[in-house]
């Protein structure tokens, strides 16, 4: 018997956790580059909703081709594949926000990738490690996908925070061809500054590639790092709704540190209900938005009813709470 590593161990037993608000908080982190010859597949799984199963989802496998054309996946449609953030699962928070605006489209497969033993809190340095593990194993079940019918030039990955460096990542690792888009929902920005560009989000992961920037600097990756980046409110803490005298009085506790990191993934889903919502300009910089320097500069949407061929920074402006678009 190989020595493992406690963390490994762990790993096969899965440490002790607890919940705190919507967060996971596990004993101890489980470091895959420590475990290399782990089963991926008991840390990483993919759960599939469709208008056919919205609220209870069809587990599918790497190179399983039974639980594959066992479930409702219709190779027809656009398919959305969602990376969640760090602390979070598949079936809260950012997830259950963008999961529930596509299942109201009702013309879409959902691949959730459940990743929360890899994403556990308080270990963000080890999540932020294993953000390359997840992209890397995601980007073999595309290509296994793509195998088995899947059309790249309908697939979208969508990811926030941590969950937006992994789509990155998987994007990157494809096999199979280019992926036609990422969304990347405030992709982290802690220790990804220093990071090459393959263990990161960049503009060479898809076709096109999407940026909603709502906490830059803090949480948020700082500038530019899509084909269009959207700064909504400058793209900076605090966003509307989510200054001091607002957070201090809920009871989350949560809510305080992320409310408007989290901004970027409620305003994504509810572009997802109302693509012709957030209408943003092209801008140089915020201050030149301010001051009506860009009345007459393109605009598209922010979001999901985004035009490919928008390139370069995008502002705009949106009340502080939902429906958030200022119509």
Known sequence: MHHIPLACFLSIIHPPEIQFENAVLQMTPIDKSKCPYML?????????????????????????????????????????????????????????????????????????????????????????????????YAARFIDYLVSRGLKLSNTHLIGHSLGAQSAGVAGGALTSGQVARI?????????????????????????????????MGIFGFPGPVGHADFYPNGGKSPQPGCNLEVVLTQQLLLNKFFCSHWRSYMFYAESVVRPESFVASQCSSWQQYRTGKCASSPQVHMGFGVDRNARGNFYLITHKEAPFSIE
Do not use: C
């Open 40 to 136: 991926d597949s008991s840390d990483v799984s993919f759960q599939l909703y469709t208008k056919y199963n919205p609220t209870i989802y069809q587990e599918l496998t790497l190179n399983d081709d039974e639980s594959l054309f066992a479930s409702h996946i219709d190779f027809n449609i656009p398919t959305v594949i969602y990376f969640h953030a760090f602390m979070e699962s598949a079936s809260d928070g950012s997830s259950l926000m963008v999961r529930e605006a596509y299942i109201r489209r009702g013309d879409t497969n959902i691949i959730m990738v459940e990743a929360q033993r890899l994403e556990a809190g308080p270990w963000y340095i080890t999540a932020a490690e294993n953000t390359w593990y997840i992209g890397q």
């Open 183 to 215: 969304t990347a929902l405030d992709p982290a920005l802690p220790l990804f500054d220093k990071v090459s560009l393959e263990q990161r989000l960049d503009p060479s992961d898809a076709e096109f590639v999407d940026v909603i920037h709502t906490d």
